[in-house]
Nanobody
Framework: QVQLVESGGGLVQAGGSLRLSCAASGRTFGRYSMGWFRQAPGKERQFVAASSWSGGAIYYADFVKGRFTISRDNAKNTVYLQMNSLKPEDTAVYFC????????????????WGQGTQVTVSS
């Protein structure tokens, strides 16, 4: 069982930055692939970024490439999403997810989900 808690969301102006954190419980965090997802009002949840258990394999959605960076610290049981050059269309609730299989994270179907953190980007 893995429990995930996101933090770091908030209100920021367009062009600004935020760093989201996702803290995981459990001693086996280092075995899990991790991902970030987002859901805007009235829209389906979409994949943002994923990291393999080691951080050696990283994937991004095209709309965040060059702006967002996923990273993880297995010693701290935490995965991060650094978001730069934010746009109003990045406004959404951001979720982290965990799964033993990276493919499940990439496909948007991780076993475990956090409750989400709101990111609002004003124009």
């Amino acid at each position: 069982q893995v429990q995930l808690v996101e933090s770091g969301g908030g209100l920021v102006q367009a062009g600004g930055s935020l760093r989201l954190s996702c803290a995981a419980s459990g001693r086996t965090f280092g075995r899990y692939s991790m991902g970030w997802f987002r859901q805007a009002p009235g829209k389906e949840r979409q994949f943002v970024a994923a990291s393999s258990w080691s951080g050696g394999a990283i994937y991004y959605a095209d709309f965040v490439k060059g702006r967002f960076t996923i990273s993880r610290d297995n010693a701290k049981n935490t995965v991060y999403l650094q978001m730069n050059s934010l746009k109003p269309e990045d406004t959404a609730v951001y979720f982290c997810g965990a799964d033993l299989l990276l493919s499940h994270v990439q496909s948007g179907s991780p076993d475990y989900w956090g409750q989400g953190t709101q990111v609002t980007v004003s124009s």
